[in-house]
C-alpha cells in the first residue's frame, strides 16, 4: 500500500522559508512522477511543482517560479519542496502526490498525502 507522508509546514512571517518533505514508501519511489500541491480554503487543489522520474526535469506553477524548488532523493525515497520568499497568498495546505505514468501540474494524480498546513501572516 502507497503511502505519502508530508512533514515541514508550520507558521512563517512574509519573506520567509519552509522546506517540506514527503516521505513515500509501499511502492517503487523512482518509477513515479511527484508533485505538490496546495490548497487554501475555499480554492480549487492546484498544482505547485512537479518533477519527472529521475529528477532531471521540473515544472512550477508561474506564483512560485524562482522562489520554490522541487527535489528529489530517490535513494530516500523522498520529496523536498524549498519555499522561499513566502507571501501570505503562499498560505495553503499542500499536499505531495505519486503517480506512474502521470506528470505535470493537473491535480490528477493516484496516490495523495495527508497534507501539511504553511499559514504565511505578520
Known amino acids: 500500500q502507497a503511502q505519502l507522508v508530508e512533514s515541514g509546514g508550520g507558521s512563517v512571517q512574509p519573506g520567509g522559508s519552509l522546506r517540506l518533505s514527503c516521505a513515500a514508501s509501499?511502492?517503487?519511489?523512482?518509477?513515479?512522477?511527484m508533485g505538490w500541491f496546495r490548497q487554501a480554503p475555499g480554492k480549487e487543489r492546484e498544482g505547485v511543482a512537479d518533477?519527472?522520474?529521475?529528477?532531471?526535469?521540473?515544472d512550477y506553477a508561474e506564483s512560485v517560479k524562482g522562489r520554490f524548488t522541487i527535489s528529489r532523493d530517490n535513494d530516500k525515497n523522498t520529496l523536498y519542496l524549498q519555499m522561499n520568499s513566502l507571501k501570505v497568498e503562499d498560505t495553503a495546505m499542500y499536499y505531495c502526490?505519486?503517480?506512474?505514468?502521470?506528470?505535470?501540474?493537473?491535480?490528477?494524480?493516484?496516490?495523495w498525502g495527508q497534507g501539511t498546513q504553511v499559514t504565511v501572516s505578520s
Open positions: 502526490a505519486a503517480d506512474p505514468a502521470v506528470c505535470g501540474l493537473a491535480p490528477i494524480y493516484q496516490y
Open positions: 509501499g511502492y517503487t519511489f523512482s518509477h513515479y512522477c
Open positions: 518533477i519527472n522520474k529521475n529528477g532531471r526535469y521540473t
